[in-house]
């Protein structure tokens, strides 16, 4: 299983960016994909996730309202696509965001950093004041 993230940026507060994680290797059909974040000096911690079957999505209280976590919806099983529209945007928000994935994850370890056993590199989003 291979996970790509890109389209982080430099932002201004109130801006909007939006992540993608390409994820290949597998069907995914019984996965979840999450999103997690690190800011400097700082644990990283759970931002978003979602169910490939399904479509169920989780968001951390922090992002509710801003930001939303999709998958396409291509009958593509070679890649699965998994994006974080990140809107209203603050600098506390700043951080590399981490895609991941979870086979047959369990919703009570939806927000679990241990529980996803694939990680992506990850990508840069800095919102300026």
């Known amino acids: 299983v291979q996970l790509q993230a890109f389209g982080g940026g430099l932002v201004q507060a109130g801006g909007s960016l939006r992540l993608s994680c390409v994820a290949s290797g597998d069907t995914f059909n019984s996965y979840a994909m999450g999103w997690f974040r690190q800011a400097p000096g700082k644990e990283r911690e759970f931002v978003a996730a979602i169910r490939w079957n399904g479509g169920s999505t989780f968001h951390a209280d922090s992002v509710k309202g801003r930001f939303t976590i999709s998958r396409d919806n291509f009958r593509d099983n070679a890649r699965k696509t998994v994006h974080l529209q990140m809107t209203s945007l603050k600098p506390e928000d700043t951080a590399v965001y981490y895609c991941?994935?979870?086979?047959?994850?369990?919703?009570?370890?939806?927000?679990?950093?241990?529980?996803?056993?694939?990680w992506g590199q990850g990508t840069q989003v800095t919102v300026s004041s």
């Open positions: 991941a994935a979870a086979r047959g994850l369990i919703l009570s370890r939806v927000r679990a950093q241990d529980a996803y056993g694939y």
